[in-house]
């Protein structure tokens, strides 16, 4: 779960996967303080460090993940275009870092805003999972420019 303060995410997984303190597989890393979640392995950490992605495969004791859930969204400015690039730049790290840890089959979840620069990282994501779609949940806002990817079938390392 990355960007997962203040944990709703980890928790639903956490549900979902039966993950327990003896027995974890829920990994949440966040630059942001979070209470701590029974079944998850929390690491107070900005993604972007270079040594992130490592701590978090260490985390996972060096298995595949199932999902990569991405909820990372830059601090916002107030001018669309520069919150769209900078939200992009987060997910296709997250898209990156999923495409090393996933195991076949696996799938990629996250944040996105609308607005137009998106087709590199959609074109990336058809090449590695079987399918992609974008998706608007009920609790958006109408006029939020938030959506969700959802990247399903993992095909692999190639």
């Known amino acids: 779960d990355l960007g997962a303060a203040p944990g709703g995410w980890s928790e639903v997984a956490v549900a979902r996967t039966g993950s327990t303190d003896a ?3 829920v990994v949440a890393i966040d630059y942001l303080d979070m ?3 029974p079944g ?4 107070k950490k900005d993604f972007l460090d270079d040594d992130a992605p490592d701590i978090l495969k260490a985390a996972l004791g060096g298995h ?3 999902v990569v859930m991405s909820d990372m969204a830059a601090p916002t400015t107030g001018h ?3 919150d769209h690039l900078r939200t992009i ?3 296709e ?3 990156d870092f999923a495409e090393s840890i996933l195991k076949p089959g696996g799938h990629f979840v996250a944040k996105v805003f609308q607005g137009g620069t998106e087709g590199e990282l959609l074109a990336n994501l058809k090449r590695a999972f079987t399918s992609v779609h974008h998706v608007k949940p009920p ?3 109408a006029e939020s420019v938030e959506l969700y990817l959802v990247a399903k079938g993992f095909r692999g390392r190639s």
């Open 80 to 82: 669309r275009p520069t």
């Open 93 to 95: 790290v997250a898209a």
């Open 89 to 91: 730049h987060l997910c």
């Open 139 to 141: 609790a958006s806002r």
């Open 35 to 37: 209470d701590p979640i």
């Open 23 to 25: 027995d974890p597989r």
């Open 64 to 66: 595949p993940a199932e």
């Open 40 to 43: 998850v392995v929390v690491l």
